[in-house]
T-cell receptor
Framework: AQTVTQSQPEMSVQEAETVTLSCTYDTSENNYYLFWYKQPPSRQMILVIRQEAYKQQNATENRFSVNFQKAAKSFSLKISDSQLGDTAMYFCAFMNWGSSNTGKLIFGQGTTLQVKP | KAGVTQTPRYLIKTRGQQVTLSCSPISGHRSVSWYQQTPGQGLQFLFEYFSETQRNKGNFPGRFSGRQFSNSRSEMNVSTLELGDSALYLC???????????FGPGTRLTVT
C-alpha cells in the first residue's frame, strides 16, 4: 500500500526561527510527485511546494525548501524566518505518475504548526 | 483568474437523506478531484473526473457518486447519508495532465 507518514502531530516555533517538518512515504513506483500543502484555520488548502521525483535538486519557494532523499523515501519541509501567518496544519502528499493514478493525491495525517510571537 | 469555488459552504442533513455538492474549477482546468476530510481518517481521495469521464476512484461505497459537466463543473452526490459521512468535502482542479491541484474552500457537511 502506498502511504505517507508524518511523525510529528504538533510542532511549535518562535517567530523568525527555522523549523523542519518530517515526512516519509512508501511507494514501489519510480516516477511520482511530492507536495507540501498548508491548511490554515480557514480550511483552504494551499499548495506550498512541489518536487518531481526525477529531479535531484531540492525545490525552493522563497522561505520554504525541501530536503528530498529518494533512496530513504524522505521529504522534509524547512520553513525559514517563520511568520505568524505560517501557523497552520501542513500536509505531505504524493501522487504516482501514470494513467491509473491520475488525479489522486495520497496525504499524510498532517502536522499542526504553531508559530509563537 | 478566479479560484476553485464550492457550494454550498455548509450543509446540515439528516440520516437517510441524500446530498449534492457542487464544484466549479479554475477556468481552463478540466480535471476535478474530490476528497473527504475527517479528524479520524484524514484526507481521502473519492474520485477524479476529466472531460465528463471518471478516470479514477477511491475506496468508498457506491453511495458516493459524482459527475462532470461539459463546462468542467462537477457535482458529487451522497445517498442514504450516515452519521459517519459528516466531513469537510474538498474539491481540487488541475490542468490536463498536470499534477498540481488547486483546492476549493470545501463544503462542511454535518449529518444528524
Amino acid at each position: 500500500a502506498q502511504t505517507v507518514t508524518q511523525s510529528q502531530p504538533e510542532m511549535s516555533v518562535q517567530e523568525a526561527e527555522t523549523v523542519t517538518l518530517s515526512c516519509t512515504y512508501d511507494t514501489s513506483e519510480n516516477n511520482y510527485y511530492l507536495f507540501w500543502y498548508k491548511q490554515p484555520p480557514s480550511r483552504q488548502m494551499i499548495l506550498v511546494i512541489r518536487q518531481e521525483a526525477y529531479k535531484q535538486q531540492n525545490a525552493t519557494e522563497n522561505r520554504f525548501s525541501v530536503n528530498f532523499q529518494k533512496a530513504a523515501k524522505s521529504f522534509s519541509l524547512k520553513i525559514s524566518d517563520s511568520q505568524l501567518g505560517d501557523t497552520a496544519m501542513y500536509f505531505c502528499a504524493f501522487m504516482n505518475w501514470g494513467s491509473s493514478n491520475t488525479g489522486k493525491l495520497i496525504f499524510g495525517q498532517g502536522t499542526t504548526l504553531q508559530v509563537k510571537p | 483568474k478566479a479560484g476553485v469555488t464550492q457550494t454550498p459552504r455548509y450543509l446540515i442533513k439528516t440520516r437517510g437523506q441524500q446530498v449534492t455538492l457542487s464544484c466549479s474549477p479554475i477556468s481552463g482546468h478540466r480535471s476535478v478531484s474530490w476528497y473527504q476530510q475527517t479528524p479520524g481518517q484524514g484526507l481521502q481521495f473519492l474520485f477524479e473526473y476529466f472531460s465528463e469521464t471518471q478516470r479514477n476512484k477511491g475506496n468508498f461505497p457506491g453511495r458516493f457518486s459524482g459527475r462532470q459537466f461539459s463546462n468542467s463543473r462537477s457535482e458529487m452526490n451522497v445517498s442514504t447519508l450516515e452519521l459517519g459521512d459528516s466531513a469537510l468535502y474538498l474539491c481540487a482542479s488541475s490542468l490536463d495532465n498536470s499534477y498540481e491541484q488547486y483546492f476549493g474552500p470545501g463544503t462542511r457537511l454535518t449529518v444528524t
